[in-house]
């Protein structure tokens, strides 16, 4: 069985897609606004009706207690700054989002850091990968009720990582997917194109902007390098070419235009 842990901003929206395709109907899918429901549901199956799923996928899928022994975990990290930003651009142009308002009224990228690590925000990956606790309430109240990260959050986070048999980054989204598709035998792992942020809405960083922003997301910048080595690592066991790279993103250009079509 493999246990996809979604952090959220990371293309998971869009490896989700790709699992959904491969595994059809034997994925179990966690609802981002139902986890406690969910994993609850999952808790309470017998190992039989567990082992019918060949996929976990979903925020917090670390949480579910597998009655098999044979688990593989997969993972994708991202640029922590961007993880950042992105969340926050998610959070402004959802007027339904409990803290759009809030982040409307930040005028500078530093105001937007410091928003979100008040509310629980900023190093969102450490978080998830060190599986505290809080985790899951946190992200099902009202307001998140975080502790701020520390050292030994981080370190736990390390060593949890080091469980994972498949880490992808989203810089290297579609490096990633066909190390995956050589890895676990897929056949071509197409995926819908979500639509980018435009520069308009894009917030404009300085330098000290930038180093503040990084001080904020401190431990998932030294997580982040850990991830990188990880992937660099499975890399050169796993070649991908470019021309490999290049006729897999002309293919995948195509399937999207004939989604749109139909």
């Known amino acids: 069985m493999i246990i996809f842990n979604h952090i959220p901003k ?51 899928a670390q949480f579910l207690e597998r009655k098999s022994f044979n688990n593989k975990k997969i993972v994708f990290l991202r640029n922590p700054t961007e993880q950042l930003l992105s969340t926050y651009y998610q959070i402004r142009k959802n007027p339904n989002n409990k803290w759009h308002e809030v982040s409307r009224k930040c005028s500078s990228a530093l105001e937007v850091a410091e ?63 066909l190390i995956f598709k050589k890895q676990l035998f897929w056949k071509t792992p197409y995926y819908l194109i979500g639509n980018k942020t435009s520069d308009s809405e894009k917030v404009i960083l300085n330098a000290e902007e930038l180093n503040s922003i990084k001080k904020i997301q401190y431990y998932d910048h030294k997580l982040y390098e850990e ?22 993103q002309f293919k995948n250009f195509i399937f999207n235009k004939l989604k749109r079509l139909f």
């Open 10 to 60: 990371t293309a998971g929206a869009s490896f989700r897609y790709i699992l959904n395709r491969q595994y059809r109907n034997a994925i179990y899918n966690i609802s981002d606004t139902n986890l406690s429901r969910d994993i609850k549901r999952f808790n309470e199956m017998n190992a039989d009706f567990q082992n019918s799923f060949e996929i976990i996928s979903g925020h917090c």
């Open 115 to 177: 928003f979100l690590d008040e509310y629980g925000l900023s190093n969102l990956q450490t978080r998830f990968l060190a599986s505290n606790e809080d985790l899951v309430n946190g992200l099902e109240t009202e307001k998140n009720q975080f502790k701020k990260i520390n050292e030994n959050d981080y370190l736990r986070a390390v060593k949890n990582l080091s469980e994972y048999s498949f880490i992808g980054l989203t810089e290297e989204f579609d490096k990633s997917i």
């Open 227 to 248: 991830g990188i080595l990880k992937f660099r690592k499975i890399e050169d066991g796993i070649p991908i070419s470019a021309n490999e790279l290049k006729a897999f």
